[in-house]
């Protein structure tokens, strides 16, 4: 099928809404860290590493949330942290801080890919979630305590193997980013859109259709969010407003709830602006990463913030639609 020209004003619309995501949209991004660390913590360490701030229900309708749990069984730790690693092959490691020092980071990279996550870790010794999100392999696990400014010095690393029991795992279970419980109001709604639905397409389209519906852009959010920002899905939801990190936040925890494997995808835009989406697993079809709604006839990207913001014009639609615009660099 022929795609028809978008017009001058659809163009420039996206363009304003591409700057205004820009401005706060989504974290701010991690630099790579490349050194190569070993032995035990200490003076004979490399020099301090420098980090940037920034399965399917029976039935739709039915609650679906995965708990993760750190039983203890494998863990690695010292007197700083503790890596919970028991549940890998269900895709995530829980990570708690042992420690004094006030800011902490987590940088997860696999063996032989070019991208590491970096992630914040709370001060209170609670274990938080993080995903192992690119499928089988050996994941480096780094904790690494603040020195001053943006540089950190390592606290506790370990490699870490996974072999997943389930591909879709690391994308069904909350983790920082996508934040939920069975008792998160979100879940309940999703449960509540999700009832009678027919197939998981109508699951994915009932919840895309109520976001885009009653969620509007908070301008003032975008040009004030601080790096390190994370996504309150409820908030989200009681509010009606957010920036795209919430919009894709949102609707990823909804999504999960009923079972639908759903990516929180961080990325570049045309004109190399940064934005958050999401892609979502479909029965049948498979993992569509660069067109996943289908309006009958096309398949299009699933981007809630353009589609809320323009009224889910045709216009914005065929952007949304069209997969090179997108370039993926983190999926969470």
Known sequence: MRRKTIGLAAVIAVLLLLAACAAGGVPAEEPEQTAELSGEPGADWPQPLVVEDEAVPLAWGVTNVKTPTAPGTVTYENGKARIDATNASEGYVMISYKGSVPKIKVQIAKSGSETTYTYNLNTAGTAEVYPFTEGNGVYSVKVLENISGTSYALALAQD????????????????????????????????????????????IKNVYDHVIANVTYDHEKAATVQSGYL?????????????????????????????????????????????????????????????????????????????????????INEFIGKGDNYSQKYAY
């Not at 389930?166 to 999703?190: E, H, R």
């Not at 958050?276 to 079809?285: D, E, F, K």
Request: glycine share 8%; hydrophobic share 45%.
């Open 160 to 203: 870490v193997t996974v072999s997943l029991t389930d591909q879709f795992s690391p994308f069904l279970y909350p983790n920082q980013y996508v934040n939920f419980n069975a008792g998160t109001q979100a879940v309940i709604k999703a449960a509540e859109l999700a009832a009678g639905a027919a197939s998981d397409l109508d699951v």
């Open 231 to 315: 996504p309150v899905v409820d908030t989200t939801l009681a509010t009606g407003k957010g920036i795209c990190f919430d919009y894709a936040a949102l609707m990823s925890a909804m999504l999960r709830s009923q079972g639908v494997p759903t990516k929180l995808t961080v990325g570049y835009v045309s004109g190399g602006i940064y934005h958050a989406w999401i892609s979502t697993y479909v029965q049948n079809v498979g993992w569509v990463n660069s067109m996943i709604y289908f309006d009958g006839i096309n398949w299009k990207l699933m981007d809630p913030t353009f589609a809320a913001n323009a009224n889910n014009s045709n216009a």
